[in-house]
């Protein structure tokens, strides 16, 4: 279906609100009001999101602020949610996104996880007509960044 994107972005930061107020994580919204329609699975996009951001979450200290900023370029949009949490060291940075991959066996025992969330939103991505990629710091933070191809109107249509 299409879907207004600034809407549907804000409703699901809105339900994270709750949870991240437990760890005393703050989310600041970086998204820019233009109309913006996209054709998708609403619910498979929910999934791309949710990953992303639990990981976000998890992989902060309390206290951690998350950034999401929705921006236009051309035809698609790009989302980044972007953490100040322990980072990713360069050598992982390539394999987050294949199945059952975790950084560091000691670090993840202690945090739960499959190592699933981020190749099955690679997946979604990819089947949604955009790209996906980080970038990161080692111990200093996290952005995870996506793209999907948008419309300006409803129709689907420029
Ligand atoms: P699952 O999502 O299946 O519960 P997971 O979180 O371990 O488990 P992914 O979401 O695929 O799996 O992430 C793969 C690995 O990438 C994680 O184990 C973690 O080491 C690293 N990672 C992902 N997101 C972040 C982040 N925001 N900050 C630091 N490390 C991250
Ligand atoms: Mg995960």
């Known amino acids: 279906s299409t879907v207004d994107f600034v809407l549907y972005l804000h409703e699901v930061i809105d339900r994270f609100d709750m949870i991240a107020a437990n760890k005393n994580i703050h989310f600041i919204r970086k998204i820019s009001p233009q109309l913006t329609y996209v054709k998708m699975d609403r619910d498979k996009l929910t999934q791309v999101l949710d990953n992303i951001i639990s990981n976000a979450m998890k992989y902060s200290p309390e206290g951690g602020n998350v950034t999401i900023t929705l921006e236009h370029y051309g035809q698609n949009i790009r989302v980044s949610i972007s953490d100040e949490g322990m980072g990713i060291p360069r050598e992982s940075q390539q394999k987050i996104f294949d199945r059952f991959y975790r950084v560091d066996k000691a670090r993840a025992r ?5 190592g699933l969330g981020l190749a099955i939103a690679k997946e979604l991505v990819h089947a949604h007509h955009g790209e996906i990629w980080v970038e990161s710091m080692y111990g200093q933070g996290t952005t995870i960044f996506f793209t ?11």
């Open 148 to 158: 999907l191809p948008f419309t300006k109107n409803k129709e689907g249509n420029w």
């Open 110 to 114: 202690s945090i739960g996880g499959t």
